[in-house]
């Protein structure tokens, strides 16, 4: 059984790693974006509003993101339709920057820390991270995967995971057939 788990295991980690890298290469160089205008903006013209400064710059990375994604790491899953693309990408965006925004919200408000460090520290690296997690999957099934199981390159993603009915559940595969359930065929 931990054989058959660490199998599945390490098709999923063969079958995401490329886009992984491209996805973290992308997402490192918007999180400089971002945390580069939000430090800027912390110090400067939005001091007294931390958790508007945090959507700015989320939104500055975000487009820089949606750009960079489409046209190198999901470049080969493109959708035809661009406006709905978008509009996907900019939703699922909206759920992340939320999550790094509610950080930010949580350790000014709830836990009372106001200093720039914590700050920065709650809604660019707590924030970011838990954001960038829920867009990783978000961007790969949602956005960009419209016709994923279509591609050649994916055509067997499913039979590698043996996901879908026509590899039944786990509970099925392990389970014994019970004799008494079995018809007695006469010849």
Same mark, same amino acid.
């Given at each position: 059984?931990?054989?058959?788990?660490?199998?599945?295991?390490?098709?999923?980690?063969?079958?995401?790693?490329?886009?992984?890298?491209k996805?973290?290469?992308?997402?490192?160089?918007?999180?400089? /974006?971002?945390?580069?205008?939000?430090?800027?903006?912390?110090?400067?013209?939005?001091?007294?509003?931390?958790?508007?400064?945090? /959507?700015?710059?989320?939104?500055?990375?975000?487009?820089?993101?949606?750009?960079?994604?489409?046209?190198?790491t999901?470049?080969?899953?493109?959708?035809a339709?661009?406006?709905?693309?978008?509009?996907?990408?900019?939703?699922?965006?909206? /759920?992340?920057?939320?999550?790094?925004?509610?950080?930010?919200?949580?350790?000014?408000?709830?836990?009372?820390?106001?200093?720039?460090?914590?700050?920065?520290?709650?809604?660019?690296?707590?924030?970011?991270?838990?954001?960038?997690?829920?867009?990783?999957?978000?961007?790969?099934?949602?956005?960009?995967?419209?016709?994923?199981?279509?591609?050649?390159?994916?055509?067997?993603?499913?039979?590698?995971?043996?996901?879908?009915?026509?590899?039944?559940?786990?509970?099925?595969?392990?389970?014994?057939?019970?004799?008494?359930?079995?018809?007695?065929?006469?010849d």
């Amino acid at each position: 059984m931990l054989t058959r788990i660490w199998d599945k295991l390490m098709g999923l980690v063969s079958m995401l790693w490329r886009e992984v890298a491209k996805f973290g290469v992308v997402g490192g160089v918007a999180f400089v /974006i971002d945390s580069g205008i939000y430090l800027w903006l912390l110090k400067g013209p939005m001091s007294d509003s931390e958790v508007k400064a945090k /959507i700015v710059a989320g939104v500055v990375a975000t487009m820089f993101s949606w750009v960079a994604n489409r046209y190198w790491t999901f470049r080969h899953r493109r959708q035809a339709n661009v406006v709905r693309e978008l509009v996907m990408f900019l939703i699922m965006n909206a /759920i992340g920057l939320g999550i790094a925004a509610a950080c930010v919200f949580v350790t000014k408000y709830w836990i009372g820390l106001t200093d720039t460090t914590s700050i920065f520290i709650a809604g660019s690296v707590v924030g970011l991270v838990l954001g960038t997690i829920f867009r990783f999957f978000a961007y790969r099934f949602w956005v960009f995967g419209a016709e994923m199981d279509q591609e050649e390159e994916f055509a067997h993603d499913r039979e590698l995971l043996s996901v879908g009915p026509e590899h039944g559940s786990f509970e099925q595969e392990t389970q014994a057939p019970n004799p008494s359930l079995t018809p007695d065929v006469k010849d």
